[in-house]
Protein backbone atom coordinates (compact mmCIF):
# COMPACT_ATOMS: atom_id res chain seq x y z
CA UNK A 1 0.00 0.00 0.00
CA UNK A 2 1.33 3.15 -0.94
CA UNK A 3 0.06 5.03 2.11
CA UNK A 4 -1.51 8.60 2.14
CA UNK A 5 0.03 10.78 -0.65
CA UNK A 6 -0.09 14.31 -0.03
CA UNK A 7 1.27 16.92 -2.62
CA UNK A 8 2.93 19.25 -3.01
CA UNK A 9 5.73 18.53 -0.26
CA UNK A 10 6.79 21.74 -0.13
CA UNK A 11 4.73 25.19 -1.39
CA UNK A 12 6.19 28.59 -1.45
CA UNK A 13 3.79 31.80 -2.65
CA UNK A 14 3.32 34.90 -1.96
CA UNK A 15 0.41 36.55 0.53
CA UNK A 16 -2.51 37.07 -1.34
CA UNK A 17 -2.21 34.31 -4.19
CA UNK A 18 -4.60 30.94 -4.01
CA UNK A 19 -2.90 28.02 -2.53
CA UNK A 20 -4.24 24.01 -3.16
CA UNK A 21 -3.05 21.41 -1.56
CA UNK A 22 -4.10 17.73 -2.41
CA UNK A 23 -4.54 14.40 -0.61
CA UNK A 24 -5.39 10.76 -1.92
CA UNK A 25 -6.27 8.78 1.36
CA UNK A 26 -5.20 5.52 1.44
CA UNK A 27 -7.72 3.28 -0.85
CA UNK A 28 -10.70 1.73 0.60
CA UNK A 29 -10.51 4.08 3.83
CA UNK A 30 -13.55 6.08 4.55
CA UNK A 31 -12.40 8.85 6.68
CA UNK A 32 -10.30 11.80 5.51
CA UNK A 33 -8.97 14.09 7.98
CA UNK A 34 -7.28 17.52 7.13
CA UNK A 35 -4.93 19.04 10.08
CA UNK A 36 -2.65 21.71 10.48
CA UNK A 37 0.30 21.86 12.22
CA UNK A 38 2.60 25.05 14.31
CA UNK A 39 4.73 25.47 17.02
CA UNK A 40 1.96 27.86 18.43
CA UNK A 41 -1.28 25.83 18.08
CA UNK A 42 0.29 22.19 17.87
CA UNK A 43 -1.74 19.86 15.78
CA UNK A 44 -5.52 21.00 14.91
CA UNK A 45 -8.06 19.30 12.97
CA UNK A 46 -9.38 21.36 10.56
CA UNK A 47 -12.05 19.26 8.71
CA UNK A 48 -13.03 15.54 8.03
CA UNK A 49 -15.17 13.47 5.80
CA UNK A 50 -16.86 10.75 5.58
CA UNK A 51 -17.77 8.59 2.71
CA UNK A 52 -17.02 11.78 0.67
CA UNK A 53 -19.31 14.10 2.39
CA UNK A 54 -18.10 16.70 5.27
CA UNK A 55 -19.02 15.68 8.79
CA UNK A 56 -17.39 18.38 10.74
CA UNK A 57 -15.51 21.63 9.61
CA UNK A 58 -15.65 23.40 13.02
CA UNK A 59 -12.01 23.80 13.07
CA UNK A 60 -11.79 25.75 9.51
CA UNK A 61 -10.38 28.82 10.64
CA UNK A 62 -12.05 30.84 7.96
CA UNK A 63 -14.10 31.33 5.39
CA UNK A 64 -10.71 31.77 3.05
CA UNK A 65 -10.87 27.51 3.65
CA UNK A 66 -12.20 25.18 1.70
CA UNK A 67 -12.40 21.72 1.35
CA UNK A 68 -13.88 18.99 -1.07
CA UNK A 69 -14.09 15.32 -1.85
CA UNK A 70 -15.24 14.90 -5.19
CA UNK A 71 -14.83 11.35 -4.55
CA UNK A 72 -13.29 8.65 -2.51
CA UNK A 73 -10.13 8.80 -3.70
CA UNK A 74 -9.25 12.71 -3.68
CA UNK A 75 -9.36 15.84 -1.85
CA UNK A 76 -8.13 19.27 -2.17
CA UNK A 77 -7.95 21.99 0.67
CA UNK A 78 -7.60 25.35 -0.78
CA UNK A 79 -6.94 28.87 1.15
CA UNK A 80 -8.08 31.68 -1.26
CA UNK A 81 -6.64 34.65 0.00
CA UNK A 82 -3.44 33.00 1.25
CA UNK A 83 -2.02 34.95 4.45
CA UNK A 84 1.26 34.53 6.05
CA UNK A 85 -0.19 33.22 9.32
CA UNK A 86 -1.18 30.57 7.03
CA UNK A 87 2.29 29.18 6.95
CA UNK A 88 2.25 25.85 8.56
CA UNK A 89 2.22 21.76 8.16
CA UNK A 90 -1.07 20.56 6.50
CA UNK A 91 -1.22 16.71 6.88
CA UNK A 92 -3.59 14.99 5.32
CA UNK A 93 -4.81 11.55 7.17
CA UNK A 94 -7.56 8.35 6.01
CA UNK A 95 -8.55 5.74 8.45
CA UNK A 96 -11.42 2.61 7.60
CA UNK A 97 -14.81 2.00 9.11
CA UNK A 98 -13.31 -1.20 10.60
CA UNK A 99 -11.09 1.02 12.80
CA UNK A 100 -12.02 4.90 12.26
CA UNK A 101 -9.96 6.28 15.25
CA UNK A 102 -6.86 4.52 13.51
CA UNK A 103 -5.42 7.50 11.81
CA UNK A 104 -2.87 7.32 9.27
CA UNK A 105 -1.03 10.46 7.83
CA UNK A 106 0.44 11.74 4.98
CA UNK A 107 4.00 12.84 4.52
CA UNK A 108 2.58 16.71 5.12
CA UNK A 109 2.84 19.79 2.91
CA UNK A 110 4.74 22.59 4.20
CA UNK A 111 3.03 25.85 3.36
CA UNK A 112 5.11 29.03 3.52
CA UNK A 113 3.58 32.61 2.86
CA UNK A 114 5.44 35.34 2.25
CA UNK B 1 -8.07 24.92 30.51
CA UNK B 2 -6.88 23.35 27.54
CA UNK B 3 -9.10 19.98 26.43
CA UNK B 4 -5.98 18.39 26.17
CA UNK B 5 -2.61 19.01 28.65
CA UNK B 6 0.91 16.85 28.46
CA UNK B 7 4.29 17.91 30.13
CA UNK B 8 5.80 20.54 27.93
CA UNK B 9 9.27 18.46 28.05
CA UNK B 10 12.16 18.89 26.62
CA UNK B 11 12.34 15.30 28.49
CA UNK B 12 15.74 13.70 28.75
CA UNK B 13 16.36 10.01 29.56
CA UNK B 14 19.59 8.27 29.48
CA UNK B 15 19.51 4.89 26.98
CA UNK B 16 17.70 1.64 28.74
CA UNK B 17 16.12 4.08 31.07
CA UNK B 18 12.44 4.22 31.49
CA UNK B 19 10.63 6.98 29.77
CA UNK B 20 7.72 8.49 31.52
CA UNK B 21 5.43 10.77 29.23
CA UNK B 22 1.74 11.82 30.72
CA UNK B 23 -1.07 13.54 29.73
CA UNK B 24 -4.51 15.09 31.20
CA UNK B 25 -7.63 15.88 29.63
CA UNK B 26 -10.79 17.88 30.06
CA UNK B 27 -13.60 16.07 28.63
CA UNK B 28 -14.83 13.59 31.19
CA UNK B 29 -16.75 11.44 28.49
CA UNK B 30 -14.01 10.73 26.72
CA UNK B 31 -13.89 6.83 26.05
CA UNK B 32 -10.36 6.83 23.46
CA UNK B 33 -6.98 7.71 23.97
CA UNK B 34 -4.11 7.72 21.67
CA UNK B 35 -0.34 7.90 21.64
CA UNK B 36 1.64 9.27 18.23
CA UNK B 37 4.95 9.45 17.53
CA UNK B 38 6.33 12.42 15.78
CA UNK B 39 10.06 12.37 14.54
CA UNK B 40 11.52 15.76 13.11
CA UNK B 41 10.19 16.64 10.19
CA UNK B 42 7.87 13.82 10.02
CA UNK B 43 4.28 13.16 10.02
CA UNK B 44 2.61 11.35 13.15
CA UNK B 45 2.45 7.97 13.36
CA UNK B 46 0.25 6.17 16.03
CA UNK B 47 1.69 3.47 18.25
CA UNK B 48 -0.82 2.66 21.14
CA UNK B 49 -4.40 3.55 21.53
CA UNK B 50 -6.79 2.51 25.13
CA UNK B 51 -9.86 2.35 25.24
CA UNK B 52 -9.97 0.84 29.01
CA UNK B 53 -8.51 1.60 32.45
CA UNK B 54 -5.62 -0.03 33.38
CA UNK B 55 -2.50 -0.83 31.57
CA UNK B 56 -1.88 -1.92 28.00
CA UNK B 57 1.45 -3.33 27.28
CA UNK B 58 3.03 -3.39 23.26
CA UNK B 59 6.71 -4.46 23.60
CA UNK B 60 8.26 -1.91 25.85
CA UNK B 61 5.30 0.74 25.13
CA UNK B 62 2.96 0.73 28.09
CA UNK B 63 -0.58 3.00 28.15
CA UNK B 64 -1.53 3.44 31.43
CA UNK B 65 -5.31 5.06 31.76
CA UNK B 66 -6.90 6.46 35.04
CA UNK B 67 -10.60 7.93 33.59
CA UNK B 68 -11.73 8.91 37.09
CA UNK B 69 -8.36 11.12 36.88
CA UNK B 70 -8.48 12.18 33.46
CA UNK B 71 -5.10 10.83 33.07
CA UNK B 72 -3.21 8.70 30.34
CA UNK B 73 0.33 7.93 30.43
CA UNK B 74 3.17 6.17 28.24
CA UNK B 75 6.01 3.93 29.55
CA UNK B 76 8.43 3.48 27.46
CA UNK B 77 11.24 0.72 28.38
CA UNK B 78 14.77 0.14 27.39
CA UNK B 79 14.94 3.83 25.96
CA UNK B 80 16.44 3.69 23.12
CA UNK B 81 18.18 6.89 20.87
CA UNK B 82 16.09 5.70 18.22
CA UNK B 83 13.22 6.47 20.46
CA UNK B 84 14.15 10.34 20.43
CA UNK B 85 10.82 11.86 19.14
CA UNK B 86 7.73 13.77 19.79
CA UNK B 87 4.66 12.12 21.50
CA UNK B 88 1.00 13.53 20.93
CA UNK B 89 -1.24 12.36 23.61
CA UNK B 90 -4.65 12.59 21.62
CA UNK B 91 -8.45 11.92 23.30
CA UNK B 92 -11.45 11.50 21.23
CA UNK B 93 -13.76 13.08 22.97
CA UNK B 94 -17.51 12.89 23.90
CA UNK B 95 -18.61 14.52 20.99
CA UNK B 96 -16.75 12.63 18.49
CA UNK B 97 -13.68 15.41 17.62
CA UNK B 98 -9.89 13.55 18.72
CA UNK B 99 -7.92 16.51 20.52
CA UNK B 100 -3.74 16.18 20.16
CA UNK B 101 -2.34 17.88 23.05
CA UNK B 102 1.42 19.66 22.46
CA UNK B 103 3.36 16.62 22.74
CA UNK B 104 6.01 16.30 25.08
CA UNK B 105 9.95 16.28 23.01
CA UNK B 106 11.89 13.35 24.39
CA UNK B 107 15.74 12.90 24.14
CA UNK B 108 17.26 9.91 24.65
CA UNK B 109 20.67 10.30 25.72
CA UNK B 110 23.26 7.39 24.51
Known amino acids: DAGVIQSPRHEVTEMGQEVTLRCKPI?????LFWYRQTMMRGLELLIY????????DSGMPEDRFSAKMPNASFSTLKIQPSEPRDSAVYFCASSGDLAPDTQYFGPGTRLTVL | QKEVEQNSGPLSVPEGAIASLNCTYSDRGSQSFFWYRQYSGKSPELIMSIYSNGDKEDGRFTAQLNKASQYVSLLIRDSQPSDSATYLC??????????FGPGTSLSVIP
Open chain 1, 27 to 31: SGHDY
Open chain 1, 49 to 56: FNNNVPID
Open chain 2, 90 to 99: AVKTSYDKVI
